[in-house]
T-cell receptor
């Protein structure tokens, strides 16, 4: 297993364009998370899935943001009508979550850096 | 609201000495705390965790201390090595309900270990 893979690693786009990021989690993991990180800040939670079910999406930053995990494997994060404020690193993570099993350790990918011009 | 805070943006330490990174939190419902390390162009990698029912957890050169009454935890690295130079994030988790596994991160502390 090669860990959590994210694609593309860097995306430069013009304001108003749509962008999509893909995440391939560790295959045995049942949970997949999306985080956003801006300069000088820690990762900020956006949404997460358990298998194919999106269990929380209230932190998605606006209705321009959406995430899917159609078959419970890979996931996509789409940003429509991008704005300059969307420029950030988008991190994907996965974990094997079990009830009463202690700290849920997330394994992160290297991230997809978005630059909106 | 910043529920997890790392008030020191940076720390510089000599090789072989102790590095102490601090973290404060406000949510008393947090029941696990984790430390992650991040190198440039890589995602954060897990270092060590501690349950809220413990006050210390040790793994090799890394020890995390938790002071629940003060809502404070710290990561000690002894001895520090130049390869430890990275950004360190404190994170916390509340296991209740659908929040399980959702980590809340601090802003990070840049550690530089000088040879």
């Amino acid at each position: 297993d090669t860990g959590v893979s994210q694609d593309p690693r860097h995306k430069i786009t013009k304001r108003g364009q749509n962008v999509t990021f893909r995440c391939d989690p560790i295959s045995e993991h049942n949970r997949l998370y999306w985080y956003r990180q801006t300069l000088g800040q820690g990762p900020e939670f956006l949404t997460y899935f358990q298998n194919e079910a999106q269990l929380e999406k209230s932190r998605l930053l606006s209705d321009r943001f959406s995430a899917e995990r159609p078959k419970g494997s890979f996931s996509t994060l789409e940003i429509q009508r991008t704005e300059q404020g969307d420029s950030a690193m988008y991190l994907c993570a996965s974990s094997l979550a079990r009830v009463n099993s202690g700290a849920n350790v997330l394994t992160f990918g290297a991230g997809s850096r978005l630059t909106v011009l | 609201d910043q529920q997890v805070k790392q008030n020191s943006p940076s720390l510089s330490v000599q090789e072989g000495r102790i590095s102490i990174l601090n973290c404060d939190y406000t949510n008393s419902m947090f029941d696990y705390f984790l430390w992650y390390k991040k190198y440039p162009a890589e995602g954060p990698t897990f270092l060590i965790s501690i349950s809220s029912i413990k006050d210390k957890n040790e793994d090799g050169r890394f020890t995390v201390f938790l002071n629940k009454s003060a809502k404070h935890l710290s990561l000690h690295i002894v001895p520090s090595q130049p390869g430890d130079s990275a950004v360190y994030f404190c994170a916390a988790n509340h296991a209740g309900g659908t929040s399980y596994g959702k980590l809340t991160f601090g802003q990070g502390t840049i550690l530089t270990v000088h040879p």
